[in-house]
């Protein structure tokens, strides 16, 4: 491929940094697919395992100095991976995402020999992600002398990333990290289409992965607890205790857990006698906890919700309720809320403007047929119908911006 690509390039004469592109079958027959003359998003890849400034030849080159190095000079030293943070949901099957950027603070950039974490980007907290330019915020990109390595190290960057304000790719990316096709790397190009057929509902964690996040909010919730037990201007006997047994519910399971402070950590042991040691200088108000639960990493994005958190770690999105084991036993007993039937109105499943209405009020319309287009981030969506129905209400027009979930059109 190297050699076709550069007899290319020399058939055409050109002179600069491009990327030819083929296609390779499972037989590693490959074909010609494009040719891109400029520098390619992915370039930060290649300057990370050649330690070659792709951007510095090129302008060289431009202003018709000659090329400073020979192939033999590139020599190849580890592994790098590229992740591209995009406003697009993939709760939403990936669709356009835009708003304000109400929190934007990207994972440390560091260089050592033993890895290096690089973060390109061009937007800034408070900033406005607009319907009119590229989804693209960032490329995260990460290096060490392994495979494996350079996996790791972008699964802490991508926890250490956060993003507020709008709906992006981060879980997606994470889930991928862990994903067993893509550690192995026996994956293809219909890696989405083959591991997420119904379109990506986010990451169950595994009971390993999940006893450590039990433990480690089980640790913090305690600390916010004694941080509300010590509101001054109380009666000096009506102080509250707070209690060691606590009960934790996430993703569909129950955990009983045991707390036992000390000043460096927390031991929190299970009813079945397993036992994780937490440390973190975690306290309440702080969006990130980056802790150790057994002298391993653990980093999740925290939201503070009543009686528990909103936790986001490798791909997972998880509402964690702590109670007493007596609150636990009352909480049993609440009815549950069921949600809003949307069955009969088409959603705006993205923000966006109106540019096509292609029914009124009183069709007919059957299954499949298109109802309208929406356009953003320079994207035309087609809105379908799911079921056969008659249009009762239409509720935009032509030119108008829509919000998330804002209703186009009521059926009967």
Not at 208 to 222: D, K, Q, T
Request: aromatic share 6%; net charge negative; glycine share 8%.
């Amino acid at each position: 491929m190297g050699k076709q690509a550069c007899a290319l390039a020399q058939a055409v004469g050109y002179q600069s940094a491009g990327t030819v592109e083929f296609i390779v079958d499972s037989a590693q027959n490959f074909y010609f697919l494009e040719m891109n003359t400029r520098l390619q998003v992915e370039h930060p890849v290649t300057e990370l395992i050649t330690g070659i400034d792709l951007v510095e030849q090129m302008i060289n080159v431009a202003a018709g100095k000659p090329l400073g190095l020979t192939q033999d000079a590139v020599q190849i030293n580890g592994w790098s991976i590229e992740n591209r943070l995009y406003a697009e949901d993939p709760y939403r099957n990936f669709l356009p995402s835009i708003g304000r950027l109400t929190r934007y603070r990207p994972p440390a950039e560091t260089a050592s020999d033993d890895h290096i974490i690089r973060n390109d980007t061009g937007v800034y907290e408070g900033g406005e992600i607009s319907m009119y330019y590229d989804p693209m915020i960032a490329k995260l990109c990460s290096w060490a002398p392994s495979r494996a390595g350079a996996i790791e190290h972008m699964r802490l960057a991508l926890d250490r990333f956060e993003v507020e304000g709008i709906g992006h790719n981060l879980p997606f990316l994470s889930a991928v990290m862990d994903h067993p096709k893509f550690t192995s790397g026996d994956m293809t190009t219909a890696f989405i289409a083959e591991e997420y057929p119904d379109g990506f509902e986010g990451v169950t964690l595994p009971a390993a992965a999940l006893r450590r996040v039990v433990a480690a909010s089980a640790a913090m919730y305690r600390v916010g607890e004694i941080r509300r037990a010590q509101i001054s201007g109380r009666l000096d006997n009506h102080a509250r205790k707070v209690g060691d047994h606590w009960v934790v519910c996430l993703q569909g399971e129950t955990h009983a857990v045991t707390v036992a402070a000390d000043p460096n950590g927390a031991l929190v042991t299970f009813e079945d006698g397993a036992a994780h040691y937490v440390i973190g200088a975690w306290t309440p108000g702080i969006k990130l906890a980056d802790m150790l639960v057994d002298k391993t990493p653990l980093v999740m994005k925290v939201d503070e919700i009543s009686g528990g958190f909103r936790l986001r770690t490798r791909g997972a999105d998880l509402k964690v309720t702590i109670r007493s084991p007596r609150h636990a036993e009352l909480a049993l007993l609440m009815p549950e809320k069921l949600p809003p039937d949307t069955s009969k109105l088409l959603l705006c499943p993205m923000p966006g403007m109106l540019v096509k209405l292609s029914v009124e009020e009183g069709e007919e319309v059957q299954e499949g047929q298109a109802l309208c287009t929406i356009e953003a981030m320079k994207m035309e969506n087609i809105l379908r119908a799911e079921r056969k129905g008659v249009v009762q209400k239409v509720n935009a027009l032509a030119g108008d911006s829509l919000a998330v979930d804002d209703v186009i059109i009521e059926f009967e």
